[in-house]
Each structure stands twice: as C-alpha cells, then as structure tokens.
C-alpha cells in the first residue's frame, strides 16, 4: 500500500513549499504569514521511482483557541493517519519551544517521524543545525524547499524506510479490486453487504471502529474479487463524529490501490463539495 508521509510543523517553516516541491505542484499556498493554509492538503510524489502520499498541513501551534485549534486538531489527525512523519523547522528561527512540544507529542503518539531543518541557505548548516540535536533524534535532514537542496537524501531516507503493509498487500491480491468511496454515511457498508449477501462489514455501532479500509473477498459467476470498504462509518447518535472518522488517507490508499471504483452519493443530499473532492481525486489517480 501507498505510504503516507505528513508534513508537519509550527506555521512558516516551509512545509508547503516542500509540498509544492516534492509533489510538482502549485497547489498548496505558500504564504510568508502564519496561519494560510487551513486544510490539509493531499498530493501524490514520485522519488526515485517510490511512490508516496504527501500530506500538507497547517501548522502547530500550542494555541487552542479558534483557527489554530483546527488546524492543529487537523494536523494531529494527519500525524494519525500517516506512515512517517517529515517534522519540519525554521533552522532561521532556531529550536522553538513549540518546537520541542510538537516533539513530544510526536513521540507520545510513538509515530516515526524524521528531522528535517529547513532554509539552511546562506547559513553555516553544521552551526544552524546544532541546537536541533536538542530534540533528541540521531539524524537531522538539513534541507533548503525552496532550492531543492538535501532533498533527495532525506527521501531516500524516509522512503527507505517506510515498509509497505505486508498484511493488507497478501489480503489485496485476488482478483479485480473494487473500491467503494464516498462520505460518511452515504451507504458504502451497507452496499458492499448487500452485494455479500451478509452483515460482514459493518461494525459502525462497535467502540473502537477501525478507520482502516476492509478488504473482503468476493466471487461473482466464478470470477474473483475484491471488495475494499472504506471506513467512514460513524457511532450511533453522535453525527458530530462523522466528519472525524471520514478518513480522507485511508480513502486515498483505498482508491490507489484499486482497479475500479464505485463512488457512492447520497440522492437525498445531492452532490456536495466533498463528493466532487473525491471524484476528482479518482479521475487523477
Ligand atoms: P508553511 O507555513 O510551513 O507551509 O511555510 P511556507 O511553505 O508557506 O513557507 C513560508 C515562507 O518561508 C515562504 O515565504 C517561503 O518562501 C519561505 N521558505 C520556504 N522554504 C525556504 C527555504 O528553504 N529557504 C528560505 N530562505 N525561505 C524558505
Ligand atoms: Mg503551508
């Protein structure tokens, strides 16, 4: 499966900039103030032949009020989701203690995350750098987005390390996959029962729903399938948690993964942002 990496980080340090590198586009803002970029943003790169999911976010802050609480709450979920984490910082603006608090976290959440010191231009890199050791970690990546420089090693780096899902790869190998997207919601369980002909799939009434897509083998007039589920189930009574439990990176793996997918609607909601975020997302993969 796909490896998703999150780039995360305070505000400014430069993660859009590494996005709109790395993934060749211009689609993430760039901004010289704090605080632009509210959603994350999704993009597909190519390193030396491994492909990845990049995530872009918002930037950390320890501020939980308002805008920032959002984006955090936002970021923290791209963390989540991600198999490795590009943790940036401004090696202009030195260690920060919002810095060393995101390293925390990071490590309480036990994700794998890489160092990366970014607008090591026109600085003596081994001075900048060497404060960041504070942090803890054995390697810092110093980089410069906007050039280009150190890029290529800490993907070789990161993407080296990163091993994809041997599990789910061996479960996704019979025959033709087909992908059910679509909101939280809108039925993907519930058809990809009925096409089952039993209650395998959906566990959206049980504590503790996995976010993970479900592989479930499937046979139709001798031929062999896959069907991927992908979570956007909800626990009963609490609609507030739908959007929360939609996992846009597992959709995204999911629709990557697949030969064919089915995006599923809701007729009585009628087409909404979201769904056409999907579709596209499907016509570009
Ligand atoms: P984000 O908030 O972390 O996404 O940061 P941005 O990518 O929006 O960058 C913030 C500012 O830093 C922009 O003005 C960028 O042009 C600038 N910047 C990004 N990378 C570099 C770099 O490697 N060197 C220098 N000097 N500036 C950079
Ligand atoms: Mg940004």
Excluded at 83 to 109: C, H, N
Excluded at 114 to 137: C, H, S
């Amino acid at each position: 499966m796909i490896p998703v990496l999150a780039l995360v980080g305070r505000p400014n340090v430069g993660k859009s900039t590494l996005f709109n590198r790395l993934t060749g586009s211009r689609d993430a803002i760039v901004a010289d103030f704090p605080g632009l970029t509210r959603d994350r943003q999704y993009g597909e790169a190519t390193i030396e032949g491994h492909r990845c999911l990049l995530i872009d976010t918002g930037g950390l802050s320890e501020a939980d009020h308002g805008v920032d609480a959002l984006m955090a709450q936002q970021s923290w979920q791209a963390v989540q989701e991600a198999s490795a984490v590009l943790f940036m910082v401004d090696a202009r603006a030195g260690l920060t203690p919002t810095d060393e608090w995101i390293a925390k976290r990071l490590r309480s959440l036990g994700k794998p995350f890489y160092l990366v010191v970014n607008k090591v231009d026109g600085v003596n890199v081994d001075t900048m750098i060497a404060e960041f050791y504070r942090l803890g970690v054995e390697a810092i990546y110093p980089i410069t987005a906007t050039h280009g420089r150190g890029i290529q090693d800490l993907m070789e780096a990161v993407l080296g390390g990163v091993a994809p899902d041997e599990e789910v790869l061996a479960a996704s190998d019979a025959g033709i996959k087909v992908t059910v997207v679509g909101r939280p919601n809108v039925g993907k369980s519930t058809l990809v029962n009925r096409m089952l002909g039993e209650e395998r799939v959906v566990a959206s009434d049980l504590p503790g729903t996995t976010r993970d897509s479900i592989y479930v083998p499937y046979e139709r007039n001798g031929k062999q399938y896959t069907l991927i589920d992908t979570a956007g189930v909800r626990r009963r009574g609490r609609v507030t948690d739908a959007v929360e439990k939609f996992s846009i990176v597992k959709t995204l793996q999911a629709i990557d993964d697949a030969h064919v997918v089915v995006l599923l609607i809701d007729a009585s909601e009628g087409l909404v942002d979201q769904d056409m975020h999907l579709m596209g997302q499907v016509l570009d993969s």
